[in-house]
């Protein structure tokens, strides 16, 4: 069996701006580039076709955004504004440590988000109480392309932790998402049902 945790809402909760398309604009504009009048509608249009499941990095949706306004933002500034606005204040969650380590003592253990931001859950790991070392897996949607309830999310990260996703027991606070790894055949623990610091007496009891 190996375990795999869902990051935010899970076992961390971090910042995020309250307006997103404004905090990147300040830092599009902190590097030079011209963000357009209609910045807001920009935002929240599509930009980027991409297939049922698939996650559309946020850098890559902010130069869409700004190429629908004929802006040409330099170099991977669209990148380094989109991570500079979500650099979060993380605040690790009672029980998460307890939680992970219980699973280390079973077996392979990984952590699976929904994340378009690149680097944003390395940063929250680093800044969290959480011993990053104890992760054998951190997979986001935004490396592997695909977004929980998406089976190939669950695939991805089973197949990172070494085991076949029904081997895989997931643990997470969203049922929209995080339950779909048993439409992929592995496990769902919900938070609603299995609290963080319930976990580990969850999983003694599975042996």
Known sequence: MAVSFDLFGTLVEADRPTDPAAAVATELRERGVRVPDDWDA????????????????LPAHVSGALASRGVDAPGNAPRRAVVAAFDPDVETREGAVAAVAAASDRGPVGVLSNCAVPELARRTLIRS????????????SVACGWRKPDPRAFETCADRLGVGVEALV??????????????AGGEAVLLDDVGLTEFPAWLEGRR
Not at 42 to 57: I, K, L, N, S
Not at 129 to 140: G, I, M, Q, S
């Open 42 to 57: 920009a935002y929240r249009e599509r930009h980027v076709d991409a297939p049922a499941g698939a996650e559309v990095p």
């Open 170 to 183: 997931h643990v997470g606070d969203d049922p929209r998402t995080d339950a779909g790894v048993a439409d």
């Open 129 to 140: 109480a959480l011993d990053r070392e104890a992760f054998d897996a951190v997979v986001t």
